[in-house]
């Protein structure tokens, strides 16, 4: 294993379960959860998709509730760096080849946050393929062109309450 696998790996073991709920108040556990994100956005040799196939499944769905926290903390800040990270970390997540319609339905929240925060989605869908490799990258790139994307036509709903404003499954 890498040294950015192990730096990945241990820092999402560190974590654990210490990701507040989905609606909880902005604190230590999402300071930690951007440190995270951002140190395994690092360039790494095969790109994201490659560091998400050396991680295993359980450290992939904890990684995958990071990005989804951090993309609706990023619609809230409209922060265009945030926004990209929160895809990059969901990226890694989603790095097992799967069904397209099941990585749309994962990657709904990110798409509406880009659409929101930087106006277009299509570059930062665009980057995303790029680094997932060959197991995504044609999904990725229609998806971050498509006009008819919404929260709920993917069966996600937006809630706000006192902490903020948070993307949640509506199953």
């Known amino acids: 294993m890498n040294r950015q696998v192990e730096q ?24 930690s959860a951007d440190k995270i994100i951002d140190q395994a956005l690092q360039p790494a ?16 769905r904890l990684l995958y509730r990071l990005s989804v926290r951090a993309a609706s903390r990023a619609t809230s800040t409209g922060d265009p760096g945030r926004c990209k990270a929160a895809l990059g970390a969901a990226i890694i997540a989603e790095s097992k080849e799967g069904d397209w319609r099941d990585l ?38 229609t998806f971050g062109t498509r006009t ?5 036509a993917f069966a996600w709903k937006e809630v706000t309450n006192s902490s903020g404003t948070w993307f949640v499954l509506n199953w």
Do not use: K
């Open 8 to 31: 990945l790996a241990r820092a999402l073991d560190d974590l654990g379960e210490q990701l507040p709920a989905w609606d909880d108040a902005t604190g230590p556990a999402d300071i």
């Open 104 to 141: 749309m339905v994962n990657l709904a929240p990110h798409r509406v946050a880009a659409t929101r925060v930087t106006g277009n989605a299509q570059p930062l869908f665009d980057w995303a393929a790029d680094q997932a490799g060959t197991a995504n990258a044609e999904t990725l790139r």
């Open 148 to 152: 008819d994307v919404t929260l709920e």
């Open 45 to 60: 040799p095969g790109g994201l998709g490659a560091l998400g196939e050396a991680v295993n499944s359980r450290r992939r």
